[in-house]
C-alpha cells in the first residue's frame, strides 16, 4: 500500500488535513484561512495545487470564498441530511482492500447475511417465473446453433436486441460493436487487461466500488483515488491535474448511479470528460451496470454515447436487473477490441447460447422494459423508505447521499467512528452492512457506510436499524 499512498494527489492530503482541522474544530466556524500564497509558501506547493484543494471543501460545503477577502470556514460547516462530505484522512495501518473485504465477508457466513449489505435487488423483484417459462421453450425448441457452443462474440440475437435499446436511446450501436461476456465483471476484467499492466496507475472516483478496487490490486496495479463529490460527481478539475502530473494509464468509472454514492453525471459533465480523457489519450473504462435503474426522467446515457474516437470501453451487464443467475454481460470494446478478444478467446472461449437466446426474446417481446419500469418504481421507494429510517434512528449529525438510481445509500456518520470496529460488533448481532474504508485503495471513509436498498422495508429491517444506531452511539 505505501506505492499507493504515495501516487496519492499532493491537493487531496492538503484538503484532507484542512478537513480536519475543521472537523475537530483546530479551525473555527467564521475563522479565515491563510491566504492561497500563504499555505503555497509554508507548504511548499503551487498555487493551482493549494486552490485546488480549497474549491474541494468549498463543494463539500465546508469552507467559501469571499470577494477580495479569501476563504472562511462556513458557520455551519455541517452539510444538508442529503449530501454527505466523501473525504477523510486514510489510515496508515491499512492492510489493503482484499485483505479487508475478505475479513468482512468472513464475518457475515455464520449464519450468512445480505439484507443490508448486497448491492442487488431482492430475488422476489427479479422477473423469474417468466424468464424460466421463455427458457423452458428455448430448451425444447432449441435450434442447432442454440444447443451448441455459441460463437466467441456470443449470440448475434442477443446483441442485436442489445444493440436496438442503444439506438433507442440515440446513439449509434450495431450488434458488431458488442462483445458478450460471463457477467460484468469478465468483461471489467478484459477490459482492464487490455489497456494496463502490472505497477500501472488506474484513476478511480473516490469512494468507489470495492470489487473493482480489489481486481486493480489482484493485478498488480495501482488506483489513484480521485475526489467525487454527491450531487455532481467525479472532480473533473482534479482528474485534469491527476492526468497531468501522474502517469495514468486508464480511468474507470460508474457514470450513471454510481457505487456507493448513486451519482449521475450530468449530460455536460459526461461530454467533458470524455472529451478530456481524449486529449489525454487515457482509456475509460465505464461500468453502466446501473444505467437502466434511474428513478426519474429518461434513461441516462452512457460516456461511450460520447465517445467519437473508440476510447470508451463500456462494459454493463443483466445481473442487477433481471437476475444474478442470468448475468450475460457485454463489452464494447471500441478501438480495443483486438486486444480484448484475444484475451476473451484465452480467458473464457465461445459460450453457450441458451441464456443468451432466452434474454434476447425477453428483450424482443417488450417483457424487459415493462419489468424496469416496475423495478425503478420499486427501488426508488425502498431507497426513500431506507433513507427515512435512517434519519430517523442513526444519530444527529447522519447525512446520507440522494442517488439518482441503483439500490445502495452512503451514509456518513458523526464524529470519527471507525466503521470496520462497528462492523465487527455488528455482525455478532446478525447485522451487517459494507464499511466504507473497502470503497477506497487507502482506506478512508472509516466513518462511512453503505446500505442496501434491494430489499423492501420491514419491521425486522427498522429493528435492524434501530439495533445498529445503539452499537453507534455505544
Known sequence: ?????????????????????????????????????????QR???????TLALRTLENKGLVEAKPQSGYFVRKQSILTPSAPVTAHIPPSNFMGVNAVVAKVRESCQNPPME????????????????????????????????????????????????????????????????????????????????????????????PTYFVMLQLIETLGMKALEIPTDPHHGISLEALELATRDHAVQALFIVPNASNPLGVTLSPERKRQLVELMAARQVPIIEDDVFG???????????????????????VSSFSKTVSPGFSDGWIMPGRYRPQIEQLKLLNSGVMPNVLQHTLAEFLETGGYEHHLRQLRRSLAQQVADMSELVLRHFPSGTRISQPAGGCVLWVELPDELDTLSLHERAAREHISFAPGPIFSPTGRYQHCLRLSCGFPVTTGTEQMLARLSQLITR
Do not use: W
Request: aromatic share 4%; charged share 25%.
Open 292 to 314: 437502466d435503474l434511474h428513478f426519474s426522467g429518461p434513461r441516462p446515457l452512457p460516456l461511450r454515447a460520447y465517445d467519437q474516437d473508440g476510447n470508451v470501453i463500456l
Open 115 to 206: 439484507p443490508l449489505t448486497s448491492a442487488n435487488p431482492s430475488p422476489e423483484l427479479y422477473p423469474t417465473d417468466k424468464l424460466m417459462k421463455i427458457l423452458a421453450r428455448q430448451a425444447r425448441n432449441a435450434r442447432p446453433e442454440c444447443s451448441a457452443n455459441g460463437r466467441l462474440r456470443g449470440s448475434r440475437t442477443l446483441r442485436r436486441q442489445i444493440a436496438r435499446r442503444y439506438l433507442d436511446l440515440g446513439f449509434s450501436a450495431t450488434e458488431d460493436d458488442i462483445l458478450l461476456a460471463h457477467g460484468c465483471m469478465e468483461g471489467l476484467n478484459l477490459a482492464l487487461r487490455a489497456v494496463a499492466k502490472p505497477g500501472d496507475t488506474i484513476a478511480v472516483e473516490s
Open 44 to 50: 511548499e506547493l503551487s498555487i493551482s495545487t493549494v
Open 1 to 41: 500500500m505505501d506505492t499507493i499512498q504515495r501516487s496519492e494527489l499532493l491537493y487531496q492530503r492538503l484538503a484532507d488535513e484542512l478537513m480536519a482541522s475543521i472537523r475537530h474544530g483546530i479551525l473555527k466556524p467564521g475563522e479565515r484561512l491563510p491566504s492561497i500564497r500563504q499555505i503555497a509558501k
